[in-house]
Every structure is written in C-alpha cells, then in structure tokens.
C-alpha cells in the first residue's frame, strides 16, 4: 500500500464567502474544520475492491444545524438490504478519482446534480472498510472513501428522487447528533417509533454497543455510522464521549493495511489449491464475534472461497 504522488505542498480548498455567510455561525465553525481537514493522497490499494460514498451536508432553513444526507437502500438488493446508507457504490475503472464516484453514485440513486453551482466539494477522509461476517472470503472486503460535500441550496434536497431499483427512502439526519447520540429535544417527536419496525430496541435513542442510532426512519449503524462519527467529530472539533471504536474494533488503517498485503497470497493459495483438486469445506457466513459462542447466520450472498 503505498502513496501514488510525492507529497505537494498542502492547498485548502476555499468556499465562495456568501456560501459561508449564508449558514448559521455553527454550522459556519464545522464547514470551516472540515475545509482545513488535510485529504488522504491518492493510494494503490492494488487489488482490493474500492468504493467511495457521498456525505452531503447542508443547513435546514431556520434550523441553524448540518443535516446529512442518507438513504435507505432496497429490499432488492443483494448486499445490505433496507438498511441506511450514504449514497455511494464501487468505483468504476473509467472514474477519474473517488470523488467522481461519490458523485456519480449519488446521480444514479437519488438524482443529486453531477454537476451544480450549488454543491461544494469539501474534502475526502481517510478511508474505512466493510466488516465481513465470520467465514466470509477476504475478497468481499471493500476500501471505501468518504468524499464530504456541502450543499448550499437546501431546496435540491426537496426535489431528490429515489431510485427504485437501489433506494426505498430518501432522508436526512443532524449531523451533531450523530456525535451526541441524540438529536435535539425539538425533533425527537420526529423520529422513528421506539419499539417499532425500525428502533425495536430498549435503548431510547442509541445503542453504544453496536454505533446504532435511531433516526426519523432506518436506523444508522454499520460503515455508516462508522463514517458519520468520524465527520462529525472533525466538524465539531470534539471527540465522541462514547469513543471513536466499538469496544475490540480493529482501527481501519490497520485492517486496509492486512487485506492490501494479504489477499494476494490468499488468492494465490486458492488458486493452487483449486488446481490440486483439494476441496475445501464451505462455511454459512455468520455475524457474531466468535467468542461467546452467538452468532446469526448472514441472510446475505458472500463469497467464501
């Protein structure tokens, strides 16, 4: 894994002043941190699947708060259905940076403008990576780059249409909540019905345990909630007070850094021992850490050789 350009001298990227003058002086101070946030440099990442998703920001009228975008993907699909997402896919070979992907993904599932005078490009951060279930193939892991936009004209997000074929639900979430694990006292009437189809939890408003948080619809968790922890500590200039990792995560860098250096060998192995005709016994992918024995079986296809 390495950087593909030498290191240039460091250029933040600059907001037209009546974009920053027209947000509240909140949410001014967070788009100004993230602004100054030193993007990663390009990587190879060499043959590890890449994707990039977009976390498009913007101020609802007289609210004075950064909402984010997200959706909730298809109970279609194949990976993650009904679950919250930001907008996002794998990036294609034609795709000139992940930047252009995040962006093209939000096009194709929720009609976001490819290109618009009111959409700012504000920084890409450090990638995560999809956390597979046990016995999973390490194939399926995927690199993904949050690329951070602003949307200056919040009546875009009144006329955003869902895809079918990709999106049940298009909404929005406060950023800060995200960071405080709670919205404000104003909007909790707003939110999903506590113990209903989509927050059948105990917890009132977030579960520490699994970074879940309730939401006016599906709940964020997962690479999501992973994401938007980050974003908002570096908007807001404060850590989370419940931590920045579950309790035994693996820090990303770390875990990108294993599959880019071992996922050569393990196909290489495959390879051989496909071609010596050994027969290796599949496994159900399941979720679960493993160790104390509960585990659910992946309802998901996954590859496991």
């Known amino acids: 894994m390495s950087s593909l350009a030498p290191e240039a001298a460091r250029v ?3 907001l037209p002043d009546e974009v920053l003058h027209r947000l509240s002086p909140d949410s001014r101070e967070c788009i100004e941190r993230l602004l100054a946030h030193q993007a990663p440099p390009p990587t190879d990442y060499g043959i590890v699947k890449q994707a990039a998703v977009l976390v498009a920001l913007y101020e609802q009228p007289d609210e004075g708060k950064l909402r984010v975008l997200l959706t ?3 109970k279609t699909l194949r990976r993650h259905p009904g679950l919250t997402a930001l907008p996002g896919g ?4 034609e795709d000139p940076s992940p930047i252009h992907t995040a962006r093209r ?4 599932e929720v009609d976001l403008p490819l290109d618009h005078p009111s959409i700012h490009q504000i920084t890409t ?3 995560v990576m999809t956390i597979l279930p046990l016995n999973a193939h390490m194939r399926n892991h995927i690199i993904v780059t949050p690329v951070v936009c602003l949307i200056s004209d919040p009546t875009l997000v009144d006329h955003l249409r869902p895809n079918p074929d990709e999106v049940d639900y298009v909404f929005s979430h406060p950023l800060e909540a995200v960071l405080r694990g709670q919205p404000d006292a104003s909007l909790v009437d707003t939110l999903a019905e506590l113990g209903g189809e989509w927050w059948p939890h105990e917890e009132e408003f977030y579960s520490m345990a699994d970074r879940r948080f309730r939401t006016t619809h599906s709940p964020i968790k997962g690479l999501t909630s992973d994401v938007l922890i980050e974003v908002a500590t570096i908007a807001h200039g404060v850590s989370p007070p419940y931590g920045a990792l579950a309790p ?3 820090p990303f860098g770390e875990l990108i850094s294993h599959v880019v250096t071992e996922l050569p060998g393990v196909l290489q192995r495959d390879a051989e021992a496909a071609r010596d005709g050994i027969i290796v016994q599949e496994k159900r992918p399941e979720w679960g850490s493993g160790v ?3 585990t659910i079986p992946s309802a998901e296809k996954w590859s496991v050789k």
Request: charged share 30%; no cysteine; net charge negative.
């Open 292 to 294: 104390d024995g509960v």
């Open 72 to 74: 909730t993907r298809a």
């Open 12 to 14: 933040i990227p600059q």
């Open 248 to 250: 035994s995560q693996q």
């Open 105 to 108: 993904e939000a096009f194709e």
């Open 90 to 93: 794998k990036v294609d070979p």
């Open 125 to 127: 951060l450090e990638p």
